[in-house]
């Protein structure tokens, strides 16, 4: 089923704002930051060593694709988040070419968010994230960050690149949360 | 609601709609707008599409491809009649974006249909009166694909620096053997990485991964470089 407004595309579109940056695993690290400052660090190989799933997901652009059905795998945030100690309600993915998305903690527990790694069952292609981005499908895409590198706990909800540009905050496209407003 | 005030023929599959929405708020060069067409029996289809046109007014433009089994496209390229109503949102999206007081050179490179929110950037410098160097790399498959024809030569008289790029086939005489866009056509029709340009690069996914990567690899700060990707759009 489709939400509201989209439609249904077979290719997998690209988007983004600059160019693809090229992350070797060799140097690409993942790390969630708390509001104390307090930092946890994991190198590629480290990553790798996590317990992996395999979810089977619908994406939905807010340009008005969506695509069914796709198959990644990655480390869900429960996971990454277990040992996290934080009283943080939101958090902002940064990733390493500076784009910025926030999301509610809330979002990326119970099963609901990975930093996914595989497409298809292939090494994530550098143009859709890859080493590793931000899987969070039940919000619009632009909330899964590619290249995703840190993620930042905050207190405070801090708009990022495309919320501070007139889109909207949450991105549910159930109910067509596409810009500010909606 | 938005209606169709005039169209201009820009190639056998593709139509420039020069809208009259009452209430728009103005837009910057390189914004979007949503289009949405409602079915007698209520079902809707909505597509983003790139306005050619910039600055205060009411009157808005975008250039329409046709994509044969697309459910909106075809509508608005060969049933949509002038004084006939359409749903517009926007303007949308302020980073692709080009401001007539940023004095740096700009660099647009376009991927066929991706030369519409670059010639709004090149409409804009004329609007404004500025003397922004600018120069448009422009790749197409032949000459009888290029939008805005006419408008680009004048461009090329009032110090735009236009070079085409065809890629199946070039006009006779043309120096440039048809080929894809090579680092070489981006070295020469582009800036030296030292006068710092803003890069705009907009067209096909394999386009812009293509033609960013050959900007960084001329030494173009990446974050001086912004892209605007799609495919076709139905």
Redesign the interface.
């Known amino acids: 089923m489709l939400p509201p407004?989209q439609?249904l595309?077979k290719?997998f579109?690209?988007?983004?704002?600059?160019?693809?940056?090229r992350v070797a695993t060799e140097t690409w690290e993942f790390t969630v930051t708390t509001e104390n400052g307090t930092v946890h660090e994991w190198s590629w190989p480290e990553f790798r060593a996590l317990p992996s799933e395999t979810p089977t997901v619908d994406l939905h652009c807010v340009?008005?694709w969506s695509k069914l059905g796709t198959n990644w795998r990655g480390v869900s945030l429960d996971t990454l988040l277990a040992d996290v100690d934080t009283a943080a309600d939101y958090v902002v993915a940064h990733s390493y070419?500076?784009y910025t998305t926030n999301l509610p903690l809330a979002d990326l527990l119970d099963g609901r968010a990975w930093i996914a790694y595989e497409f298809d069952g292939d090494r994530l292609a550098a143009?859709h994230g890859g080493p590793a981005r931000l899987l969070v499908p039940h919000l619009y895409l632009w909330k899964s960050a590619k290249w995703v590198h840190n993620l930042e706990l905050t207190l405070t909800d801090e708009p990022g690149?495309w919320e501070a540009?007139?889109y909207h905050n949450y991105g549910d496209p159930w109910r067509e949360q596409r810009?500010q407003g909606d | 609601m938005a209606r169709l005030a005039e169209v201009r023929v820009e190639t056998p599959s593709a139509r420039t709609l020069v809208l009259d929405v009452p209430g728009w708020p103005g837009n910057l060069a390189g914004q979007h707008t949503d289009v949405r067409l409602t079915a007698e029996d209520g079902y809707t289809a909505q597509r983003s599409y790139s306005l050619g046109s910039s600055g205060d007014g009411e009157r808005i433009e975008l250039t329409v491809q046709r994509v044969e089994d697309g459910e909106v496209s075809p509508y608005l390229t060969d049933v949509f009649a002038v004084g006939d109503p359409v749903e517009v949102r926007g303007p949308i999206g302020g980073w692709f974006v080009w401001r007539p007081s940023d004095p740096a050179p700009v660099l647009l490179v376009a991927g066929g249909s991706g030369i519409v929110p670059l010639m709004a950037m090149i409409r804009a410098r004329r609007a404004a009166g500025a003397k922004t160097p600018f120069r448009l790399l422009y790749s197409v498959r032949s000459p009888a694909e290029l939008y805005y024809a006419d408008e680009l030569r004048g461009a090329a008289l009032s110090g735009v620096e236009v070079s085409y790029v065809y890629t199946r086939s070039a006009p006779d005489g043309a120096a440039r053997a048809p080929g894809r866009i090579g680092v070489a056509d981006v070295n020469t029709g582009g800036w030296p990485a030292s006068f710092e340009p803003a890069c705009f690069v907009c067209g096909p996914t394999g386009f812009v991964e293509a033609v960013s990567d050959m900007l960084l690899a001329l030494g173009h700060d990446p974050r001086r470089v912004k892209t605007e990707r799609f495919g076709p759009t139905g």
């Open positions: 407004g439609y595309t290719d579109p690209v988007l983004s704002v600059g160019p693809t940056p340009t008005k070419d500076g143009e690149f540009g007139g810009y």
